[in-house]
């Protein structure tokens, strides 16, 4: 088992910065991933960041150069840095753990964005 506590959600306006962190405990095997999902109301849960282990890199297109993704391998952590923020980028936003080789995938609670314009 692995668990996620995410921090660092909140209100911000527009054009403004916010920094997601989500901390792993539990049964931390490689090869894995962690990253970021977000699901906002009447939407299904979409990507919006993930990084490997090995420090491989993927964004969603929306938030490409806008987002940055970063994680420390040591300490089992992963940050979510966001600028540049918009309305519609206003949801829940969920930590997600991987183990890429079976395919299993742990959760957070999620962690509320509310960005104003």
């Known amino acids: 088992q692995v668990q996620l506590v995410e921090s660092g959600g909140g209100l911000v306006q527009a054009g403004g910065s916010l920094r997601l962190s989500c901390a792993a405990s539990g049964s931390i095997f490689s090869p894995n991933a962690m990253g970021w999902y977000r699901q906002a109301p009447g939407k299904q849960r979409e990507l919006v960041a993930v990084?490997?282990?090995?420090?491989?890199?993927n964004y969603a297109d929306s938030v490409k150069g806008r987002f940055t993704i970063s994680r420390d391998n040591a300490k089992n952590t992963v940050d979510l840095q966001m600028n540049s923020l918009k309305p519609e980028d206003t949801a829940v936003y969920y930590c997600?753990?991987?183990?890429?080789?079976?395919?299993?995938?742990?959760w957070g609670k999620g962690t509320l964005v509310t960005v104003s314009s």
């Open positions: 997600n753990f991987r183990r890429t080789y079976y395919g299993v995938n742990y």
């Open positions: 990084v490997t282990d090995g420090g491989s890199r």
